[in-house]
């Protein structure tokens, strides 16, 4: 059996338009302690990351202070985002996130698999790199227990792979609990249980902001 405890990163601060370097707010770093100390007693054996800054800056706590070297794999990044969700900041030369626009976008992307603007990418693209990603994974670490810093989208595509069902409203049940935690485990390339973690008491982290990129 392998098991997979996929980490969706904390806060991160939206106010940086590159997603790939877009790090975590203050929160988000104090909130890594969560993943930290829930990962403590797991016996993790491989570390794995998005290559994107707040994905692999939310398990460096964890990795530090047991001595893993985070591996990125570029595959596992969020969706590219379609600019109709951004507007440009004249004033402040920056894009600026709306949040409306995200969630109305998404819910289209939710409900057609293989819909995108000129520049984004649809659901099924970013589902079929991460699940390509996510298998040669298992082939290369079959039988162990790893950790895998990831994002919102990216991971509820990777969800709705394995259960149909998971849709457009657990998407956005999930989008303000940041950091959160999804395990699965594997017979194989077979996933035989899901089970998504909620690491915060209060049930959401109602502090945070939808993570569109």
């Known amino acids: ?9 904390a806060e991160a601060d939206n ?15 104090d909130d890594r302690q969560l993943v930290t100390d829930f990962l403590a007693d797991k016996k993790i054996e ?9 994905a ?7 990795a530090d202070k047991h001595g893993f ?13 379609d600019s109709v969700c951004e507007y440009w900041d004249s004033d402040d030369n920056r894009s600026v996130f709306i949040p409306e626009k995200f969630a109305d976008f998404s819910r289209r992307q939710w409900t057609d698999f293989s819909y995108t603007l000129s520049d984004g990418e649809c659901l099924s693209e970013v589902q079929a790199r991460n699940i390509a990603a996510l298998n040669q994974v298992l082939e290369r670490h079959k039988d162990k227990i790893i950790v895998i810093g990831t994002h ?14 998971y ?16 395990r699965m485990d594997f017979d194989d390339k077979i996933c035989r249980k899901i089970e998504k973690i ?7 982290n109602l502090g945070s902001q939808p993570d569109h990129a």
Not at 1 to 9: E, P, S, V, W
Not at 46 to 54: D, E, F
């Open 1 to 9: 059996m392998t098991t997979i405890y996929f980490i969706r990163h």
């Open 15 to 29: 106010t940086i338009s590159d997603s790939r370097v877009r790090p975590l707010t203050q929160r988000g770093l």
């Open 46 to 54: 491989i570390v794995l990351s998005s290559p994107y800054k707040r």
């Open 56 to 62: 692999i800056d939310t398990i460096a706590g964890f």
């Open 69 to 81: 070297e985070i591996e990125t794999i570029e595959d596992f990044r969020e969706r590219a985002s």
């Open 152 to 165: 919102g989208t990216a991971l509820s595509t990777i969800i709705n792979h394995y259960d149909s069902t």
């Open 167 to 182: 849709g457009f409203e657990d998407y956005m049940a999930m989008v303000y609990i940041t950091p959160w935690v999804v």
């Open 198 to 204: 909620d690491l915060f008491d209060s049930g959401t």
